[in-house]
DNA sequence: ATTATTGTTGGTAG
DNA sequence: TCTACCAACAATAA
């Protein structure tokens, strides 16, 4: 479930469940093998992207990515998929809380600083907002990349992966085909819009269920034109050429 | 049996 | 040094 929105969700599910508690115990094998950490607290629970980072009182920082599939459950029992766990205690009541990743894409990982994958991302859309002319300045760099796997680079924008990338170029009326360096101001200012839009449906309500993603061969919800998907850069990418437009390359 | 899946990364080539 | 491209990682679900 790994998103900006599902992030962030999992962000407010970990600080609920044990921000300023003490860790009593860690578990974890394998590429989720974790040191003890037993005696920390734990500060923060950050998220930039797709990224949480957890600050304990040491100021060892555990970094945390969902890959695909990964998520945080509470639970007393282990889970099915689980990857790693956290027990750990505040006012006398212990919780614990399981990573959860069957596909084994995501990443747990212990540092004194921050890592180089975290270092690398570009602003959050939610905790800095979208800034139009860096990100114009950052499209217009990438040339002869699309604009929708642009979007997806996450030095230009940090938490927009494949099924908001799609949805807020819908909104846009933008083909996702475009190069990433045709669009104008305007084509930019609509970007930023539909990436708004989209990052704020799905983060009030996870379930709420995608305007066009996975959506293929159904009438577009606003010109009726029937939905394709093809592939960019490898993944899925649904778009209605009937409303949304192709841009070519400027001079 | 085949194909597709909300992501990153490391290697290669230009 | 920067950009672009692709296979690899892994376990289902349709």
Redesign the pocket.
Known sequence: ???LP?VEHSRRDLERWIRRATIVATKGEGKFALPSLRGRRIETVERR??WIRIVLSDATLLFN?H??TGEWKRSDEPLR?ERASLVVEKNGKRTRVAYVD????G?LVVAREDIP?WS?LGPDPLEHGIDAKALADKLA?????SIK??L?D?SVLAGV???QATEALWKARIDPRSPAGALAKKHVTAVIKGLRWTIARTLDDLDVGFVIYGHKGEPCPRCKTTLV?I?L????TTFCPGCQERLRARP
Not at 102 to 105: A, S
Not at 233 to 236: F, K, S
């Open positions: 479930m790994p998103e599902e992207g797709k990515h890959g695909m998929w069957p596909r084994k894409f990443r994958s690398a760099r990438r040339r002869k990349r796997e642009a997806m996450q992966g494949n099924i998907r592939v850069g490898g993944r899925t």
